[in-house]
Every structure is written in structure tokens, then in C-alpha cells.
């Protein structure tokens, strides 16, 4: 007797199905702890709505109000929008990095998600080489004084 697996077709979230989920808007006046509670709310509706990192910038900035909806368009127009979308980008990507090297990522501040990836490849491969050569030099001392304890015998 076999048993029937059921998979869930896979679907792209809209901004219609991140809206019924019902997103709060976020209107600057209410302080830390409104602003902090409404990203909780907001990142556990692009978790239920299954929404694409690529659009999650996208969806949220159209729950901004008033002065937050103001500063939003000021930094879009400064920054340009690419860039305005992509700081969240590189943000989450430098999030996930090992803490071996996630503050020198941080310190070095990239600009692009290029550049971003750059920094941390190269800091990896630093890492690896150094790990590397310290492993080798152990095995040298290790070789070198059961050789000693050998010639000692």
C-alpha cells in the first residue's frame, strides 16, 4: 500500500497576497517600540506570504506613512533606487556571514552586493590560508619533536 505524498504547487508571492496578510503600517510618531514591532509583524508576514527577498524592500516600503514614507523617497532619490534596494540586500547577506569575518565586512562597508561578496571571499580565503599554514606549522613541531623523542631513545 503506498503512501500518497501531497506537495504544495509553489507560488510567487504577490504584493496582493502580502497585503492579506495584513502587514501594520508604520507611522514614525509611535517610537522604538512600534517601529520594532512592526518589522516582527512585517518579516513574519513575508515568512507566512512566502515572499521573495528580492521583493520583500519592495512590499514593506509601501507600509510606510507620513515622515517615514517622506525619508524613504528623500533616500531613494539620493542614493538612487537601485541602491535603496539593495543596502537591505547586502545587509541580510552580511547578516548570515561566519562572525570570523562578519565585523571586518561590516567595518569595510560595501556598497554593492558585488562588492559585498568580494570582501567576504576574499576574507575567507585569508582565513582558510592562515588555518591552513597554522595546521602545517603544527604538524612540523609535532614531526620535529617525535622525531627528538626518537633520537633521544
Avoid at 99 to 117: F, L, N, R, W, Y
Avoid at 121 to 148: V, Y
Wanted: hydrophobic content about 30%; charged content about 25%; overall charge neutral.
Amino acid at each position: 500500500i503506498g503512501v500518497r505524498r501531497t506537495e504544495l504547487a509553489t507560488h510567487e508571492c504577490t504584493y496582493t497576497d502580502f497585503l492579506k496578510c495584513q502587514p501594520l503600517p508604520f507611522k514614525s510618531t509611535k517610537g522604538v517600540a512600534s517601529l520594532s514591532q512592526c518589522c516582527e509583524r512585517i518579516e513574519s508576514v513575508f515568512h507566512i506570504s512566502n515572499c521573495a527577498a528580492e521583493n520583500q524592500v519592495k512590499f514593506a516600503t509601501c507600509t510606510l506613512h507620513s515622515v517615514s514614507l517622506t525619508w524613504w523617497n528623500t533616500h531613494v532619490q539620493t542614493v538612487g533606487h537601485e541602491a535603496a534596494y539593495e543596502a537591505d540586500k547586502i545587509e541580510k547577506y552580511v547578516g548570515g556571514l561566519p562572525d570570523m569575518i562578519h565585523g571586518s565586512v561590516v567595518a569595510s562597508k560595501p556598497k554593492t552586493m558585488q562588492e559585498a561578496i568580494e570582501i567576504a571571499t576574499e576574507l575567507m580565503d585569508k582565513k582558510i590560508r592562515t588555518f591552513s599554514e597554522r595546521e602545517t606549522a603544527s604538524k612540523r613541531k609535532f614531526e620535529n619533536t617525535s622525531r627528538n623523542t626518537q633520537n633521544q631513545q
